[in-house]
């Protein structure tokens, strides 16, 4: 299946050519309609409002896109992933993070899930009430996570959400990069007999997970803790677990994850060992339960009122018709600031392939660039060209309505910000409107003040960040991005393009290290640069 073969496709071209001129504001000028276009747009779902009315969309638009969710066979693929089936082809897996924060006794994998859960509930609790103590007995202080993508990104970015809940006497830190500088930074704020250390790694063989964790058991030894006591300061979160007991972990310490959960889709599980220490086991199930309740909402609320396919297809409606090349997601909210990297793992990792489901390659773009930074940051950054840039970029503005922090005053100026950047972007400035700005005397600065306006948006609303909202809005992204890749017919749990960077990464490191190197093993380029590091290396 090509979705551009399918007859809602081609509906929507001969749609997409009827109103690609079409102007938002105008649509909002002569609304006068009861419900408003606000109205008539925006859908709540889980919790989350979203407002799509800024969208260069029609009721007509969304019905054809939803006929195409249908006729690409969402629903199904929908169902078939909650129910277990193989839905990541190319790896033999099911991909069953829903189950990870199902609530029902029927649900597959329950009580591997619940045992698992209950363990790391009773690990958190200790280190959080001090029963869980270090070589010399004091009482943990730093918990440092030791991961890279899915086994940091999730954990990192909720436990910088819900700060505001976290233990006053723990403080978190995470280390991924295998840039030593990472880990050397945290070293310097970490105190060996307060640390726990939790080695996060699905496969238990990722190169910079491996080599940070090395260097910090090493660091434990030298700082005066003996081997014989490391047990109490390493964890190891893996579904490899006879890699994690080989690195030394205890085999009690060692926290179950499983095949038929990815990476990125992982934070539910053990692998949000952090989490649950950062905000407790109450919080955590709170975090769950939000996004239980957005799994419910995609499985059972009808397409036309259905978030994450709503957003889904929205995108479609971006990257395939409008042939936008990124989206850009605006928290407008610092305690989401690792929300767009998150995504980007999320979005990228998952939909950014070519090759189909069923065989041969796709002829249409898949995921488009996802990028972002907290609101109002962007605004003083990159917002110039989302206004006057030739290029459009569909943005997904995220607000929440009330604060988690006691300085109120802050907010309406925050909100206030939030909502005036997707009016401007919406409305823009004409030519007359910008003549009367630049005023009699400044003419020529008039081309420089017309903005041009029709830029498209999607709100989502947050009543406030809890870990239930929170959970909810992960939820929403992860299912949007499987309906996109449904409709694009590709696999979004696989992720093969990584592999061959990993492979000459050994080849060149060895080169990098080995006495003697022979250029012609690579290209002139790499050769030479492989040459300059080893130069360096030995001027050191
Ligand atoms: O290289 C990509 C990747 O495999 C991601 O998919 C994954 O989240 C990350 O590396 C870390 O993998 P692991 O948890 O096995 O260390």
């Known amino acids: 299946m090509t979705p551009n073969s399918l007859s809602s496709w081609s509906a929507l071209k001969a749609h997409y050519e009827h109103i ?16 408003s276009r606000a109205e008539r747009f925006t859908f709540e779902g889980g919790g989350l409002a979203a407002d799509f009315s800024k969208n260069r969309i029609t009721e007509e638009t969304l019905s054809l896109l939803v006929a195409l969710a249908r006729e690409a066979g969402v629903e199904k693929r929908r169902d078939a992933m909650f129910a277990g089936e193989i839905v990541n082809p190319t790896e033999g897996r099911a991909a069953l993070h829903t189950a990870l924060r199902a609530t029902r006794a029927d649900a597959p994998y329950h009580a591997e899930v619940a045992a698992e859960r209950g363990k790391m509930a009773a690990f958190a609790e200790r280190v959080r009430n001090g029963a869980w103590t270090g070589y010399t007995g004091k009482r943990i202080r730093h918990v440092v996570n030791i991961g890279i993508g899915g086994s940091d990104l999730g954990p990192k970015m909720v436990v910088h959400a819900l700060d505001h809940l976290s233990h006053p006497e723990i403080s978190t830190y995470f280390v991924s990069n295998v840039d030593g500088a990472d880990l050397a930074r945290v070293m310097d704020r970490i105190d060996a007999e307060e640390t726990l250390v939790i080695v996060v790694s699905k496969t238990f063989t990722t190169l910079e997970t491996m080599t940070n964790a090395r260097s910090l058991r090493d660091w434990f030894v030298a700082k005066g803790c003996p081997e014989s006591a490391l047990a109490k300061h390493f964890v190891g979160v893996s579904a490899n677990p006879a890699e994690v007991v080989k690195f030394g972990i205890a085999h009690d310490n060692v926290f179950q994850m499983w095949d038929w959960v990815g990476g990125r889709y992982s934070l539910w599980s053990a692998v949000g060992l952090s989490i649950m220490i950062a905000i407790g086991p109450l919080q955590f199930d709170a975090l769950l339960a ?45 305690a989401l600031h690792f929300l ?3 995504l980007q793992q999320l979005e990228m990792e998952s939909n950014g392939k070519s090759a189909r489901l069923d065989g041969g390659f796709v002829d249409y773009p898949t995921s488009a660039v996802t990028w972002g930074e907290p609101g109002t940051n962007g605004q003083h950054a990159f917002f110039q060209m989302l206004h006057q840039g030739p290029t459009i970029v569909p943005i997904d503005f995220i607000a929440v309505l009330r604060p988690e922090h006691p300085l109120a005053s802050h907010h309406p100026k925050l909100l206030a910000n939030c909502f005036a950047q997707s009016e ?35 709100t989502l609303l947050l009543d406030a960040l809890t870990p239930g909202s929170l959970g909810a809005l ?6 949007k991005v499987l309906v996109q890749a449904t409709v694009w017919n590709i696999n979004p749990f696989d992720q093969w393009g990584v592999e061959l960077g990993k492979i000459l990464g050994k080849v060149v490191e060895a080169d990098l290290t080995a006495p003697v190197f022979d250029p012609a093993k690579h290209d002139s380029s790499t050769s030479a640069l492989i040459e300059r590091a080893r130069s360096a290396a030995k001027a050191n």
Do not use: C
Not at 474 to 479: D, M, P, R, T, V
């Open 20 to 35: 690609r001129d079409a102007r938002l504001r105008d649509w909002f000028a002569a609304d006068s309609g009861k419900p």
């Open 290 to 334: 939000g996004a239980a309740g957005m799994d419910a909402h995609f499985r059972e609320a009808p397409l036309e009122r259905n978030l994450p396919v709503l957003m889904g297809l929205v995108g479609i409606w971006y990257r395939n018709f409008f042939e936008s090349q990124s989206y850009l997601v605006a928290p407008y909210s610092e």
């Open 340 to 342: 767009p990297s998150y």
């Open 424 to 458: 401007a972007l919406m409305l823009g400035r004409t030519v007359d409107e910008a003549t009367r700005v630049a005023g009699p005397d400044k003419p020529e600065l008039v081309p420089h003040l017309v903005f041009p306006g029709n830029r498209p948006s999607t």
């Open 474 to 479: 992960i939820a929403l992204y992860e299912h």
